[in-house]
């Protein structure tokens, strides 16, 4: 009686049962892989879409408006460049940077007035100026004598530690203007490379540490 009794409260599996268990999680797992790879697809065309309009910007020419305010801006910076150098001269005591220093200032100075004529050359007018603060903060600090010129030298270039990433702009404008503008832009960036170069290895000398 026990045994009749225990032998159908006992359960047998079911064959069938579990195919369609397994067929359904085959069918749902298969329609998830589905839904990734089409989520997949829309990021790839996503992707590309933001590529081609990068290189579009990249490549159209800019405008001559804007144009001329990089020309501007470059110009002030440049011309800051100039003024500035002369007041770290006038207080260097290390004779083989001076001498280096001096010549980055003639380039400094003759950029700033190739900008300009370009840009007056395009229809603009030499109108930007670099804040006022930040005017004071670099006059004073490269004309400061208790600072040393290692020191100066490793302030700039800390500015500046990747040079391609430092001229990147140059050539990005360069690269949407016009011939003569871009000739002019591309010469600069190379006396730019120069100049970068040559701090850095300045620093280098004395900043053995």
């Given at each position: 009686?026990s045994?009749?009794s225990?032998h159908k409260?006992g359960?047998?599996?079911d064959p ?15 329609k998830i892989?589905?839904s990734l790879e089409k ?5 790839a065309e996503l ?8 290189s579009?910007l ?5 405008s001559e408006e804007s144009l ?6 470059f110009?002030a ?6 003024a500035s150098?002369?007041a ?14 001096r010549t980055v200032q003639m380039?400094e100075?003759?950029h ?6 370009r840009l007056?050359?395009?229809?603009g007018?030499p109108?930007?100026?670099?804040p ?14 208790d600072k040393?010129?290692?020191q ?5 270039t800390?500015?500046f530690?990747?040079i391609d990433?430092?001229?990147?702009k140059?050539y990005?404008?360069?690269d949407?203007?016009d ?6 832009l591309?010469t600069?960036?190379q ?10 290895e300045?620093?280098g000398?004395?900043?053995p540490d």
């Amino acid at each position: 009686m026990s045994t009749r009794s225990d032998h159908k409260s006992g359960s047998t599996p079911d064959p069938k049962s579990d195919n369609k268990s397994d067929s359904k999680s085959d069918r749902r797992l298969a329609k998830i892989e589905k839904s990734l790879e089409k989520l997949a697809d829309q990021q790839a065309e996503l992707c590309a879409q933001v590529a081609r309009l990068a290189s579009k910007l990249e490549t159209s020419p800019q405008s001559e408006e804007s144009l001329i305010e990089f020309l501007d801006q470059f110009r002030a910076g440049e011309a800051l460049g100039e003024a500035s150098l002369g007041a770290w001269i006038a207080v260097s005591d290390t004779e083989c940077l001076r001498g280096g220093l001096r010549t980055v200032q003639m380039r400094e100075g003759m950029h700033a007035r190739l900008l300009e004529q370009r840009l007056k050359e395009l229809g603009g007018s030499p109108s930007f100026e670099i804040p006022e603060a930040i005017y004071n903060s670099v006059m004073q600090s490269a004309a400061d004598p208790d600072k040393s010129d290692a020191q100066k030298v490793l302030e700039f270039t800390q500015q500046f530690p990747d040079i391609d990433q430092a001229l990147a702009k140059i050539y990005q404008h360069a690269d949407r203007a016009d011939d003569e503008t871009q000739s002019l832009l591309r010469t600069i960036a190379q006396d730019e490379r120069s100049t970068l170069e040559f701090l850095a290895e300045a620093c280098g000398q004395l900043n053995p540490d």
